[in-house]
């Protein structure tokens, strides 16, 4: 049974950061692609970044590029998503995410997905 932990969100003002974890266990790591995704009340959820098996690739949203780095190390079986420059509309709950085991490409929508963490909420405000 795949099992992934998130932790690190928080409320943080606007233009700060944050750094979130997600723990994996019950997975052979490195066979999968993992990534980050988030969801705003009334929204859908959306890609935020995702990451290689082998970390060697990443992939983000546009609206995060240039602000948010994903990154994963195969000996602690974790990803972790350093989030800079907040704004108020990245207010969301996160959540990680980990695909089949034969996916190769970083997959941009959470249909390619098939574990889920239970989130962890991020609140930029002033």
């Known amino acids: 049974q795949v099992q992934l932990i998130e932790s690190g969100g928080e409320r943080v003002q606007p233009g700060g950061s944050l750094r979130l974890s997600c723990a994996a266990s019950g997975l052979t790591f490195g066979l999968y692609v993992m990534a980050w995704f988030r969801q705003a009340p009334g929204k859908e959820r959306e890609i935020v970044a995702g990451?290689?098996?082998?970390?060697?690739?990443?992939k983000y949203g546009d609206s995060v590029k240039g602000r948010f780095t994903i990154s994963r190390d195969s000996a602690q079986k974790t990803i972790t998503l350093q989030m800079d420059n907040l704004k108020p509309e990245d207010t969301a709950t996160y959540y990680c995410?980990?695909?089949?085991?034969?996916?190769?490409?970083?997959?941009?929508?959470?249909?390619?997905?098939?574990?889920w963490g239970q989130g962890t909420q991020v609140t930029v405000s002033s």
């Open positions: 990451i290689s098996r082998s970390g060697d690739d990443t």
């Open positions: 995410a980990a695909s089949e085991a034969w996916q190769s490409y970083i997959g941009v929508d959470s249909a390619a997905y098939v574990s």
